[in-house]
């Protein structure tokens, strides 16, 4: 079992809130990721960081932001969530020196925006 | 465009019975191709992991193969059991860019039944 957290693991809140979705993970990881993940559908990479204070955006657009200012947390933030952001949201780490770039996810989080 | 595609889409099975997952894909340069297990509400956990000179590779009753040529794996899963009820995912990684990039195939449900 991988050592990634992520909370809360469901979500429901109405349309204007903003809401940070949390993950940590206790391996050491110097690369951390986000995934949304809608039912049925692949994962699509939205953001990524190699290590501290590095913070990418991914293949598909997405409002949210991230920051990583300690090795082991990478949260997600909405600023004004929207029924568009409903979705599963997974997190996963990945070391450089790991063979094959194997990424661990986190349990995901389920948001529902009403 | 690298993409990786997966069949059935969906897949019933009775238990005590084998099945076999196939993955094309057309990612390049191809590093590696690892298949995940995703159990409902749960984030993906890695079964194999398969290199351009591995032909086969098992994990107790899974089964991965790759032919590296036509660009083709298999999942095989014998004598099945209802915890195997998840879906199963094909991820290729490319060895192009420094964040080991993975594309990730739609999955296929399956489903055993007793």
């Known amino acids: 079992e991988a050592d990634i957290y992520q909370t809360p693991r469901y979500l429901v809140i109405g349309t204007g809130k903003k809401i940070t979705l949390e993950c940590s993970q206790t391996?050491?990881?110097?690369?951390m990721y986000w995934y949304q993940q809608d039912p049925g559908m692949e994962l699509h990479l939205i953001h990524y960081?190699?290590?501290?204070?590095?913070?990418e955006k991914g293949d598909l657009s997405s409002e949210s932001t991230v920051s990583r200012i300690r090795t082991e947390h990478f949260p997600l933030t909405l600023e004004s969530a929207r029924p568009s952001h409903t979705s599963q949201y997974l997190c996963a780490s990945s070391t450089t020196k790991g063979a094959g770039n194997e990424q661990f996810f986190g349990p995901g989080t389920r948001l529902t925006v009403l | 465009k690298n993409q990786v595609e997966q069949s059935p889409q969906s897949l019933i099975i009775l238990e005590g019975k084998n099945c076999t997952l196939q993955?094309?894909?057309?990612?390049?340069?191809?590093?590696?191709l690892r298949w995940y297990k995703q159990d409902t509400g749960r984030g993906p956990v890695s079964l194999t992991i398969m290199t351009f000179s591995e032909n086969t590779k098992s994990n107790g009753r899974y089964t991965a193969t790759l032919d590296a040529d036509t660009k083709q794996s298999s999942l095989h899963i014998t004598a099945s059991q209802l915890s195997d009820s998840a879906s199963y995912i094909c991820v290729v990684s490319d060895r192009g860019s420094t964040l080991g990039r993975l594309y990730f195939g739609r999955g296929t449900q399956l489903t055993v039944w007793p």
């Open positions: 993955c094309n894909y057309t990612v390049s340069p191809f590093s590696n």
């Open positions: 391996m050491g990881h110097d690369k």
């Open positions: 960081s190699y290590g501290v204070n590095s913070t």
